[in-house]
């Protein structure tokens, strides 16, 4: 799965995060507490072509029998259902939403979708992350752009009041979806998103990082890394892309200095940096980072110039440079 955009909310219980992938929902490896599909009232046929019709294909899921005895059965009501918990996959628990054939708006589907879970977790449920494709959005015809714009607001009430959920995913299958998608999701939230031309600053510390990265491969397997030089290759730097992607790096840098050891945001787990005798001037270049990427993740106004972009780069060099030592 493809991290293409991320929304991070505050909350009284800390960040909680939205984000936009792109892959194939049933060929995902993420561990689901939670995964959200979508159906034709009372058809839960696993049909070629279809969410469902996937899911039996690569993960063995057969919707159409976990039908006849979930664990919550609000179909009476809400039109949706909640499966009892799946032994054999990274998916936990499946709730499927009768879209098409209820005669509901996008916002009363989504009101029922949030409804069901709410109820979940009231009954003991604990569910620390929803995923989601593109729900309605096929053989049901719900346009895409409408369905993001709805799915936000709701996302956004959903984190900040939920009990225990963290994380809320958001799936595209295909380059354009993904595409249509992330323009959308900016133009939403009013961000700008900068772009500049690549300066000969730049193409030389992204050379170097390149030459880094390109010389222990089974180093930098984490995706963050090759998306990384493809963004440094481009003849113009996106900022929001260059943002995250730092941010991600950051994470994958710490995640296997620390061995995974502590739990926390980021700001946390670099702090821990110094326990491992990390030089403070470093660990102030991972901070950056993530102010750098926090910037653009909670902010809708982020407005970075050319000089700051640069300054970024020379961090990301920095711990790169750090982590490949080790």
Not at 72 to 97: A, H, M, P, Q, Y
Not at 109 to 129: A, V
Not at 212 to 238: D, H, P, T, W
Not at 243 to 249: C, F, H, L, Q, V
């Amino acid at each position: 799965m493809e991290l293409i955009n991320i929304l991070e909310i505050t909350t009284p219980f800390g960040y909680r995060r939205f984000k936009l992938l792109k892959g194939d929902i049933s060929k995902t490896n993420i561990p689901v507490e939670l995964l959200c599909v979508s159906a034709f009232r009372g058809g839960y046929e696993p049909t070629p072509g279809t969410v469902m019709g996937s899911l039996y294909n690569n993960k063995g899921i057969l919707v159409k029998d976990l039908a006849k005895e979930p664990l919550i059965d609000l179909r009476g009501s809400e039109n949706t259902f909640v499966t009892r918990e799946l032994f054999e996959s990274n998916i936990k628990r499946i709730l499927c939403l009768e879209m098409v054939g209820t005669k509901k708006s996008i916002d009363d589907i989504l009101n029922s979708l949030l409804i069901t879970i709410y109820h979940s977790e009231l009954k003991g449920i604990k569910i620390k992350n929803i995923m989601m494709p593109l729900i309605g959005t096929g053989r049901q015809g719900i346009d895409k752009v409408e369905l993001l714009g709805s799915l936000l607001k709701k996302a956004e009430y959903l984190l900040k009041t939920s009990i225990g959920i963290e994380e809320i995913f958001l799936v595209a299958y295909s380059d354009d979806d993904a595409e249509k998608l992330n323009t959308t999701m900016n133009i939403l939230l009013k961000r700008s998103v900068n772009i500049f031309q690549k300066s000969q600053i730049i193409n030389n510390i992204g050379s170097n990082i390149d030459e880094m990265i390109n010389r222990n491969l089974n180093k930098y397997q984490a995706g963050c890394f090759s998306e990384l030089i493809e963004i440094l290759k481009m003849s113009e730097v996106n900022a929001f892309r260059l943002a995250i992607t730092s941010r991600k790096i950051c994470e994958a840098i710490l995640n296997s200095v620390l061995k995974n050891r502590i739990e926390g945001d980021l700001s946390t787990k670099i702090s821990k940096l110094k326990e491992e005798g990390v030089a403070p001037w470093l660990i102030n270049y991972f901070h950056m980072l993530r102010i750098f990427g926090n910037a653009y993740a909670h902010e809708t106004d982020a407005q970075m110039s050319e000089q700051d972009i640069i300054i970024a780069v020379f961090g990301l060099e920095r711990v790169i440079e750090f982590y490949d030592k080790l």
